[in-house]
């Protein structure tokens, strides 16, 4: 079993840059693919970024060249930092834990742990 809590989220203006991080507890986060999944009102979750066990990085087309995934072992971190951020990057921010080792999946059913979300608002 692994706990996932997520932290950091908050307001921000367009162009500039958060950082979301992901705190897991139970496990080491590298037994398992740490994904990050946002969600907006009214709209499905979805994908934004993977790391891999094995360092393996996986991005949605929408934050490439804009949002780095990173792991810290030492902490048992997985960070989302996230930079020239757009109105639509507003979203509910969900760390997930997958127990595909490996693989980077980029769909909800693949990953087996959510944290609660933590709220990242973009205004102009």
């Known amino acids: 079993q692994v706990q996932l809590v997520e932290s950091g989220g908050g307001l921000v203006q367009t162009g500039g840059s958060l950082r979301v991080s992901c705190a897991v507890s139970?496990?080491?986060?590298?037994?398992?693919?740490m994904g990050w999944f946002r969600q907006a009102p009214g709209k499905e979750r979805e994908f934004v970024a993977s790391?891999?066990?094995?360092?393996?990085?996986e991005y949605a087309d929408s934050v490439k060249g804009r949002f780095t995934i990173s792991g810290d072992n030492v902490k048992n971190r997985v960070d989302l930092q996230m930079s020239s951020l757009k109105i639509e990057d507003t979203a509910v921010y969900y760390c997930a834990a997958s127990v595909y080792y490996g693989t980077t999946p980029v769909t909800t059913d693949k990953y087996r742990y959510w944290g609660q979300g933590t709220q990242v608002t973009v205004s102009s």
């Open positions: 790391i891999s066990g094995m360092g393996i990085t």
């Open positions: 139970g496990r080491p986060f590298s037994t398992y693919t």
